[in-house]
């Protein structure tokens, strides 16, 4: 496994620390809770789509794209960083959310990573929920492709196998980093999506033979989907780094007990799960993502799924720009509707 072997820019603020959390790991009577920061990746108030924009945008300037076309839910991170980042290479960019809640709270509709994507220049569209997105991209690509634009489409979530590149390169930071430290890495938990970060995780632990298996929680899609669709875009990232076949259907495993009503619709766990790191750790989660991810987590611990001496790391994907698309749903004394 040699990335250097795959074009990349350089803009990502890269290692992310990996460091213990303490106070949550008192509070929950263990195991040992680590967290890999991978909201600190910088970008646009961070997250994890940084990492795999570092070779999407790579691949989008090799092909001599002037446009970047992508498309996310209302409250996309995926959007927000991608916005960011063609803004700075000079790039237009067209976003097309999808309203996947159907909420018409003004904060979910214009605050948080809507009102970044239009600070960072983007422009944006609305599409009603479970319209066919990657239809509506190649539509708008055609259009703009009509007016002479040279359009480069990253799909939803950035999640193909030069995507996911990003975070085969994480695995390998994480296990340098953990070698480095001493941390035998017992299990590694983090929210999936689009399924382009367990993907390049599960790729590159597996590729590099570190039996450390990957608990994905999911956000939107049943289990069996889910997992189909990691497991999917492993094969396909593994193919694309020479590591053909080495992924199989057994280092897949997601845990979609937390979605909840659905995808970016709150939960009691995820509202716990905010409070909870707030309060012990300083750390932000979010309501779609990371706050659902630590919520299975939080319940997997108490019903005993790992043992007390354990070292668990959980990947914070980032998101906490969220939490201001959706101030209504913590319970806090303070906010006046
Ligand atoms: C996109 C996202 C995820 C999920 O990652 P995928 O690669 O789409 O599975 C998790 N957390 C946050 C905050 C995200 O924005």
């Known amino acids: 496994m040699h990335l250097a072997r795959f074009p990349r820019l350089r803009f990502a603020h890269l290692p992310t620390p990996l460091e213990p959390l303490e106070n949550l790991s008192a509070h929950l009577g263990g195991p040992n809770i680590w967290v890999k920061r991978d909201d600190c990746t910088g970008l646009a108030m961070g997250g994890n ?9 790579a691949d989008a300037l090799d092909q001599g794209a002037d446009t970047i076309i992508t498309q996310g839910a209302t409250q996309s991170n995926h959007a927000r960083q991608t916005a960011a980042i063609s803004a700075k290479l000079g790039l237009e960019c067209h976003v097309l959310l999808e309203d996947r809640t159907g909420s018409n709270d003004p904060s979910y509709n214009y605050n948080g990573n809507v009102l970044l994507d239009q600070l960072y220049g983007a422009t944006i569209a609305k599409r009603p929920g479970g319209a066919d997105m990657n239809l509506e991209m190649e539509s708008l690509a055609e259009q703009l492709g009509g007016q002479g634009k040279k359009t480069y489409i990253i799909p939803g979530g950035g999640s193909n196998p030069v995507g996911a590149l990003g975070y085969v390169n994480a695995a390998v930071e994480l296990l340098a980093q953990a070698n480095e ?3 035998v890495i017992d299990h590694l938990v983090h929210a999936t999506g689009s399924a382009g970060t367990q993907a390049g995780l599960v790729t590159g632990l597996v590729g590099s033979n ?3 298996p990957v608990l994905g929680i999911g956000v939107r899609a049943p289990k069996e989907k889910q997992e189909a669709s990691v497991f999917g875009l492993a094969e396909r990232t593994a193919d694309h780094i020479g590591l053909g076949g080495v992924v199989k259907p057994e280092h897949v495993v997601a845990n979609c007990d937390y979605v909840g009503g659905g995808y970016g619709v709150p939960t009691e766990g995820m509202v716990e799960a905010v409070k909870l790191l707030a ?5 932000l989660l979010d309501p779609v993502y990371s706050g659902k991810g630590m919520a299975g987590l939080i319940d997997l611990i108490r019903k005993g799924h790992f043992s007390k001496d354990e070292n668990v790391v959980f990947l914070h994907t980032g998101g906490a720009v969220g939490l201001f698309g959706y101030p209504d749903s913590f319970d806090l004394p303070g906010y006046l509707a």
């Open 210 to 212: 570190s039996s450390i």
């Open 279 to 283: 309060r012990t750790e300083t750390i």
């Open 49 to 57: 789509k940084t990492r795999k924009l570092e070779f999407l945008m």
């Open 181 to 183: 430290m001493g941390l």
